[in-house]
């Protein structure tokens, strides 16, 4: 096929959204789970919309309490040799006791998931900014939504004959939230304003137009940990402003603009200096110049990719609780749902970090949201499935620079990790366990069964992804060495298991599966689980080709490619047709386990695949269907991914229906009950948990393109519900931007946008075509 790159009409126009992107409400949020939220990836706001007693959480991304301790248990390395023996010799309930004993951290750890007055600290609410206004009675023609296209957030009703209008948002070119009370009669905005948060506030003045407050988390060592400070000025078109204890009460002004920053210590420098400033700059430019340049900033990133998913009805004019209960009934009767999903992924990803801001924290696990001062496994950056799900849809979804505060972490890790690897093994390289924060905890967490398991092979992928999508060379010749002592760990520490031969790690877990042994007890501490051999294979390989692709000749990476031979094949194939979850054909204590780490290799990992490895393709379909739909939010996001992977979209759109499951409840489960999505659309593990919307989001972009498999593959997983539609924006490895126009589910026309003259393998619907950009 002759193919040309200048497309039709369809593509030639700049993007702009195919459909409604508005979250919309006819009530106020009763419960935080129904509020709006809005951030710039450094502060958050997420209003309630409440007629009269209005609440607006407030974040700030770095608002950790804790410090920096060394939690390695530097004797461990004494024991590593004993808990090796044991295994060796089937023992893994004695192992999996003396690594209880020997190789967790020393100290608190996590502190349970309960860290926030520990060394290990919690992500924390930034507290609150209420306000109180006087309507009496009801309101009428009340509604509140979030636009997505402007990230911007509205609440609007009608009140004695009077329109009243409040606009929010977090501005993407200054670092400043603002709040627009708007009504269509002068003299008609009454409202009095105070801040709240629950402790260590040490200062808090209210001065005519003005708030400061500025305080200290604790470190958890007894001390005073990073310093905050957030500042409040209200600007208001006639009306009187006043003072009342610590309240600013406006009365009778015809319009207010309520600004607001927030931050600490931890981008290092003075909170309240820095407030000040910020605030100095803000207040000079008019509301419609914030408000400009807000557009200006977020627009073009939001309109690299637009998606319309066709509809015989559009349901835009449906409230997002209604379509949600709606879509679970039956997901082909709301496309447009799917789409609007997609979209708030990549929302959440630009507000919830800030790769343009030095020292810039990715999004943590409630990505910058939170209302608690102890959150939820203390809001942090677990490493055994979280963290990475939160970065899976960046490249694809044309986000690329969003993976960028990660990776910065990723490299801030391996230099502390090099300590972990000293402490329990007396190896070269670096290692992280599952779980780190922003003080660069690197060791084990407090319990084997769950914190064992190391993740540093598994943060290289994200390091080697992003080169996969970017191409630039520069950038893989920085996080070479990275990616070579993360190996070195690996090679110095994995041992040869005297039955197969193969090398593998010791001791580890599969995230956070534990088996029956023979003698009837539960262990969950072996050598070599499939999702290690997995890693390990992707890492070695890794290393293996960005040597060759830079030209270094190393011999570490000449000796990988031996040792590579050494290490067990990517997946076994147990008895029972499923993909072996450790070296043993173990009964599983959960068979449904949320997590489906063996599957790694079939995602986020390319060692599975229906093109080029059929049998354990077939094989990792029999473990999904044995491992169920149901899970938690982020277990259900993990498996459209898997099922958008084995090409079945009918099962990939089921799953989202699942995903989709309306749910209220914030008590956490860990079985799938209450799991789904709440009215604001936040994923439910429940509680809230954020790595379900962006494994989500990467799940809808995995149904229609896929680039691992060495070809550009169009609409690879495309329920037949999605019959027409088109996409503009994806990425492809290889840096290419795909636009994907399809009609009665197959393609009528698309555009591969790359380096000119390069060739580029396309395949859709089984035809493999060689295609000259
Ligand atoms: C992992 C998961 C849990 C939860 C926690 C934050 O430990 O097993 O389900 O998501 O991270």
Redesign the pocket.
């Known amino acids: 096929m002759k193919y040309i790159l200048a497309g039709v009409a369809l593509f030639c126009a700049g993007i702009s959204q195919a459909q409604d992107m508005k979250l919309w409400y006819k009530e106020p949020a009763q419960q935080w789970e129904e509020t709006l939220p809005l951030g710039n990836g450094q502060i958050g706001m997420m209003p309630d919309g409440k007629i009269n007693d209005e609440a607006i959480v407030l974040n700030e991304i770095s608002m950790w309490s804790g410090s920096k301790q060394d939690a390695n248990n530097y004797e461990a390395k004494h024991s590593v040799l004993d808990i090796q023996r044991l295994l060796f010799a089937g023992k893994n309930d004695e192992a999996e006791a003396l690594v209880n004993r020997n190789f967790v951290c020393v100290g608190e750890g996590s502190g349970q998931g309960n860290g926030a007055n520990v060394p290990y600290g919690a992500f924390q609410n930034f507290g609150y900014l209420n306000f109180l206004y006087f309507h009496q009675g009801q309101p009428s023609a009340y509604k509140r939504w979030l636009d997505l296209a402007e990230a911007k957030a509205y609440t609007a009703f009608t009140h004695d004959g009077v329109q009243y209008t409040r606009e929010y948002f977090t501005s993407f070119a200054d670092n400043i939230g603002v709040i627009k009370l708007k009504a269509d009669k002068k003299k008609s905005i009454t409202f009095a304003m105070h801040f709240y948060r629950e402790e260590h506030v040490d200062s808090h003045r209210v001065n005519g137009n003005e708030i400061l407050i500025s305080g200290a988390l604790p470190d958890g060592k007894g001390g005073k940990g990073l310093r905050f400070a957030a500042k409040f000025k209200v600007l208001v078109k006639g009306g009187t402003l006043q003072n009342h204890d610590n309240q600013i009460i406006v009365k009778g002004a015809d319009e207010a603009v309520v600004l607001y920053t927030a931050s600490t210590s931890y981008y290092g420098h003075d909170p309240v200096a820095y407030v000040e400033k910020e605030l100095k700059k803000a207040e000079t430019k008019s509301y419609a110049a914030l408000d400009k340049a807000h557009d200006t900033e977020y627009k073009p990133l939001f309109n690299r990719v637009s998606l319309q998913l066709t509809d015989a009805q559009p349901k835009d004019q449906i409230p997002t609780v209604e379509r949600l209960a709606a879509f679970y009934k039956d997901p082909g009767q709301d496309n447009g749902l799917a789409a609007l999903y997609y979209q708030f992924g990549r929302y959440l990803t630009l507000s919830s970090t800030a790769p343009k801001v030095a020292k810039a924290l990715p999004p943590n ?1 409630q990505g910058l949201w939170a209302h608690q001062i102890q959150t939820p ?1 203390n809001g942090d950056y ?1 490493l ?3 963290a990475q799900m939160n970065h899976w849809g960046v490249e694809v979804s044309n986000l690329s620079e969003y993976h960028t505060p990660f990776i910065a972490m990723i490299k801030n890790i391996a230099v502390e990790g090099k300590k972990t690897a000293k402490a329990y093994y007396d190896a070269p390289g670096w290692v992280v366990y599952m779980m780190t924060n922003p003080w660069g905890y690197t060791a084990p967490g407090e319990h084997a069964s ?1 914190g064992a398991s190391t993740a540093s092979g598994w943060l290289c992928n994200h390091l080697w992804e992003h080169y996969q999508f970017t191409g630039d060379r520069d950038y893989l010749r920085e996080i070479y060495p990275v990616l070579k002592e993360a190996a070195e760990f690996y090679k110095a520490t994995m041992v040869k298991d005297p039955k197969t031969g193969w090398y593998v790690t010791s001791p580890s877990v599969s995230p ?1 599966n534990g088996f029956r042994m023979e003698n009837g007890k539960r262990a969950a501490v072996v050598m070599g689980p499939t999702i290690d051999n997995q890693i390990v294979r992707e890492l070695y390989e890794s290393v293996i080709a960005a040597d060759q692709l830079l030209n270094l000749d190393d011999a570490f990476a000449k000796a990988l490619q031996e040792d590579i031979k050494l290490l067990p094949p990517a997946v076994r194939v147990s008895k029972s047709g499923r993909v072996m979850e450790w070296l043993e054909d173990y009964e599983e204590v959960e068979p449904q386990h ?2 489906v780490s063996h599957l790694y290799g079939l995602y986020p990992a390319h060692f599975i695949s229906p093109v080029s490895t059929p049998e354990w393709a077939a094989a990792a379909k029999k473990t999904l269907e044995v491992r169920g739909d149901e899970g ?1 939010g ?1 277990s259900r996001a993990w498996k459209i991914l898997f099922w958008a992977r084995l090409h079945d979209g009918d099962h990939a759109l089921e799953i989202l229906r699942q995903l989709l499951q309306p749910a209220l409840n914030q008590q956490t489960t ?1 079985g799938g009950a209450g799991a789904g999505t709440y009215p604001n659309l936040f994923c439910a ?1 429940p509680p809230f ?1 954020i790595d379900g919307n962006f494994g989500g989001s990467a799940g809808i972009a995995e149904m229609l393109i896929q680039s691992h498999d060495d070809a550009i593959h169009l609409l690879p997983a495309l329920p037949k519900a999605w019959a027409d539609g088109q996409v503009k924006g994806l990425k492809a490895r290889g840096n290419y931007t795909v636009d994907i126009q399809w009609k009665d589910g197959k393609v009528v026309d698309y555009k591969i946008a790359g380096k000119k003259g390069e060739q580029v393998r396309v395949l859709k619907k089984g035809e493999q075509i060689e295609v000259t950009l």
């Open positions: 696990l496994w677990h055994n499935i979280n769950w956070e949320r997590h938690t982020w860990y593990h948990q």
